[in-house]
């Protein structure tokens, strides 16, 4: 039979654990990486590389004030793409970007995992399939033949006449001694792109497309002919299905808000920030969401 003392223990024991305990969401992304759990799981996937990488993150954070209105935990789990597919998140490289888009439906910002072209030639690469591959923007002038069903393209990259880019050329050779050559024309990526918007303004521009149109536009070549006569590593796959995954997620039509992930810290009447909870992780570890 329980006692008043083993009432009012009790009781006191489950304030103190829910003090503890605050939203994922409710913290900055600095304290949030500085969770033990946090760390733990950067840890595992990217062993030595891991500070630099959560530095990396942070730089990219503090210099985007886009990125700073999203959610931190959807900045962490798109991070962690990137990290387990061991690709730099710097958007200035191109391997793969974090990218912010507004949720109509939940009244906020989410970060999304998306993977650039140079992130798809460097997974190629490993795969050691690949003797060459490379996709190109074609300009005005350059372009002298292409034939669709034999697939004879004549460039000549000498002969440009402006910087107006009229399409995109995609190439791959396997060891093997199969190649093929894809061509798009600009027309052709665009309606694409419109096809596959998710805006309820089709043909508007977001995001990385609007700041870095040839990008998208040689992505998506690339990754069309990949997926079509490529050959996919376990890794390759993953990496299409993550990147194809997270622009579905992310729409005007989202269901209703998941419920807030728990995480525990500590803190001090000298520290306003939380600290680091020494050997414990809550049984709501944030973690939960599907990194594994």
Sequence with gaps: MATNSTLKNQLANK??????????????LKSLLNTPT??????????????????????LYNGDPSLQ??????????AMVAASLDLPIDKNLGYAWIVPFYDKNKGHKAAQF??????YIQLALRTGQYKAINVIEVREGELKK?????????LDLEGTSSDKVIGYCGYFRLVNGFEKTVY??????????????????????????????????MKTVL??????????????????SE????????????????????????????DPEPKKKKDKESAQDVMDMSFD
């Excluded at 799981?41 to 942070?58: C, G, I």
């Excluded at 292409?146 to 004549?154: A, F, P, S, Y």
Aim: charged content about 35%; glycine content about 4%.
């Design 114 to 119: 998306q993977l650039g072209y140079k992130g």
């Design 38 to 59: 946090m760390q733990k799981k950067f840890d595992q996937v990217l062993e030595k590389k891991a500070p630099q990488f959560m530095a990396s993150l942070l730089n």
């Design 243 to 270: 990147d194809e995954r997270e622009v579905k997620d992310i729409t005007d039509d989202a269901s209703e808000e998941e419920p807030e992930k728990i995480i525990d810290v500590e803190y001090t009447e000298t």
């Design 146 to 154: 292409w034939n669709r069903l034999t697939e004879e393209l004549e």
């Design 184 to 217: 798009w024309t600009k027309d052709e990526v665009e309606a694409h792109r419109i096809k596959h918007n998710k805006m309820k303004d089709k043909k508007a521009l977001n995001n990385v497309w609007k700041s870095d149109y040839d990008a998208m536009a």
């Design 223 to 240: 990754r069309n002919m990949l997926g079509k006569w490529g050959i996919l590593s376990i890794e390759m796959q993953k990496a299409i």
């Design 15 to 28: 304030q103190e654990t829910s003090a503890q305990q605050v939203s994922a969401n409710s913290l900055g």
């Design 69 to 78: 209105a999203a959610e931190p935990m959807s900045i962490v789990s798109s």
